[in-house]
C-alpha cells in the first residue's frame, strides 16, 4: 500500500476497523470493546567494534522506541484513535512501525500491523504545551477516597492523562516515568 508520513508533533488520527475472521473486505459488526494502538520509531541500524585484533565491525538493528500508544473504542467493528507525536524522534529515513491490539467485549481478539510508516521532520504546527498531565491517585481501588483506610501493602494507582501525550520512551533525559515516594528517599523507575 501507500506510506504514511509523519512529523514529529504532527497530531495523527488512525481510523480502522475489525475483519471478519477469514476476510479481508468485511467488517466485523459484531466486534465492540477496546483497540490499543501503539506507533513505533524506526529501527536504528548500530555497530559494534569487537576489541580483537582485527577490529572485526558486527552490525546490528535496535528495535525503535515506542513513541505513542493509545486506546480507542470499538463500536460495530470501526475505531478511530488520535495521538501527537513526540518532538524527540529518530528523524530517520526507515521505516517505523505501527500495530494495532483489540479486544472484545466477549473476549475475542484481533491485531494488525503496518510497516509503511514514516516518522521524519517537525510539524509545521507547534503546541505551546505549558501544563503538566492530570494525574488521580488511588490506592487499591478507583474507589479510594483521601482518608480511607487502606490494608498492611496497598496498591498504587495513577491515572495519568494529557492532550497531547505523555513522552515516556526513556530516550533521553526526562523521558522517563518515576514515582518518587517517602519524599524522594525511594525513586522507582515505571517506564
Known sequence: GSKAQLRALDRVIVTGAIMRRGTTDEID???????????????????????????????FVVN????TRTSAQVYKGRFTAEFVIPRDIAYSELPGRLFGFAASTDRRFARGAARNVFVN????????DIDGPSMAIYMDSRRFKPGDIVRDNPILIVDLQDGTGINVTGVGVGHNLEAKINDGAFIENLT
Open 121 to 128: 521532520g517537525l510539524s509545521d504546527d507547534q503546541y505551546d
Open 29 to 59: 459488526s459484531t466486534f465492540t470493546g477496546v483497540a490499543t494502538i501503539s506507533l513505533f520509531d524506526a529501527d536504528m541500524r548500530m555497530a559494534v567494534v569487537d576489541s580483537d585484533r582485527n577490529r572485526t565491525v558486527t552490525p
Open 64 to 67: 525503535g522506541a515506542n513513541l
